[in-house]
């Protein structure tokens, strides 16, 4: 579950991340009032930042033609204009898509003089099944980026989850990011707050970038967390209703909030071949073998090991919302799953919705060749195949077809 940046940060500074002042706004003139408060405090400069659920926003542009939906203000009429010109437009970045996202608030917060920017992040390594601090110097970038360009610059901290992130790893840290002995304790302190989130939230990412270093007006150094990004496990957020309440819905696409209703896992993507798979890996086999053949995917869909026929209907009701479909791949392999409660629900979607787009069906494993029996007798058109590469390629073939509209 992604949750914004203003959540993340609350989240971080809850456990001793330090994080510049500020407060979310839903309007521009409670921007501009926030902003005066934080120039009343002596501060120069604060920050607009666009809250979407969503990376590259200062980089975006909005529908409307304004540019950049994170913008440094230097008086009250500056973050009254900046915040007008984000709330209720509507955001486009390289992570949004062209369709963008609506802004519906903005942070208001203190903007300091940087010195240096780092990135330093917590994932879990699934290869090793620990959690690794990830630090690099170049912050402020795409850390796939980083990562692609000048890898040697990245490096990692293996934690040993039963004892965590211990005070000699978050000094070797610091000694490798080039901090210096002024910054060591308060560099320690940061990073084991940052790892103490991950842990504690359960989450699958936490992440600063950048992390500024900034000298104060004393002139100490100081470090602080200009943007945070945190994912939480949705599998451990039954763990956490705390957390659950920060799921913002309007973020999130009306049919993949539908489908989280019936256990289904969703995402919609910008294809015309809609896919209904059971089990992650043969779903994302199933989407890898549709753009082998020349097609594109309408979804990512997953009913899981033991769906009802009612998941099933629901799964089939799902897709059909989505106007860009015009066929339907179900590629089951029963395991656990019982092939003729999917072949059941197909029929029952079938019959409810009165599809006039093609469906491929390849059905195989348990009780495979009841459930083709059931299809067979029940007089529905439907496109048998018999192997991945056979169902995929009819899929593509009859996507590239008219779509036949019903009266």
Not at 235 to 248: I, Q, S, T
Request: charged share 20%; with cysteine; glycine share 8%.
């Amino acid at each position: 579950m992604n949750i914004h940046e203003y959540q993340a940060k609350q989240l971080l500074s809850k456990h001793d991340v330090p994080v510049p002042p500020g407060k979310l706004c839903k309007t521009p003139e409670e921007a501009r009032s926030v902003a005066g408060k934080l120039f009343g405090l002596g501060y120069s400069r604060v920050i607009v930042k666009s809250q979407i659920h969503a990376g590259g926003r200062g980089k975006g542009v909005f529908k409307n033609g304004k540019r950049g939906g994170v913008k440094i203000c230097k008086n009250l009429t500056e973050a009254y204009i900046n915040a007008k010109n984000m709330l209720g437009n509507v955001l486009v970045t390289k992570q949004t898509g062209p369709e963008g996202k609506l802004v519906r608030k903005v942070l208001v917060e203190v903007a300091l003089d940087v010195q240096q920017e780092l990135y330093v992040g917590v994932v879990l390594d699934h290869s090793i099944g620990r959690p690794v601090m990830i630090t690099c110097k170049e912050g402020g970038m795409d850390i796939e980026e980083v990562a692609a360009t000048n890898p040697q610059s990245i490096v990692r901290e293996v934690i040993d989850p039963a004892i965590g992130l211990m005070p000699f790893q978050a000094r070797r840290i610091a000694i490798n990011l080039g901090l210096n002995s002024e910054l060591l304790t308060l560099t320690v302190k940061l990073l084991q707050g940052l790892y103490k989130t991950w842990w504690e939230c359960e989450a699958t990412l936490v992440e600063i970038n950048p992390l500024h270093i900034f000298r104060q007006a004393d002139g100490q150094q100081n470090l602080v967390a200009v943007d945070g990004k945190v994912v939480l496990d949705d599998n451990a957020l039954f763990r956490h209703p705390e957390l659950v309440e920060l799921r913002d819905y309007d973020e999130e696409s009306p049919l993949e909030v539908e489908a989280s209703n019936y256990n289904l896992s969703y995402i919609k993507l910008n294809g015309n071949i809609a896919c209904l798979v059971n089990g992650a890996g043969l779903a994302m086999a199933t989407m890898d073998i549709i753009k082998y053949y020349g097609g594109d995917p309408a979804n990512f869909l997953d009913v899981g090991g033991g769906a009802s026929p009612e998941q099933v209907a629901a799964a089939f009701k799902i897709i059909a919302s989505d106007p860009n479909v015009k066929v339907i791949l179900v590629n089951i392999f029963g395991g656990i799953m019982q092939c003729d409660i999917i072949a059941n629900g197909i029929i029952s979607a079938v019959n409810d919705h009165q599809f006039k787009i093609p469906i491929i069906v390849r059905l195989e494993g348990n009780k495979s060749d009841i459930a083709r029996q059931i299809l067979k007798d029940s007089g529905l058109n439907l496109i048998s195949a018999t192997t991945m590469a056979d169902a995929a390629e009819k899929a593509v073939k009859a996507a590239s077809k008219p779509v036949q509209v019903a009266a």
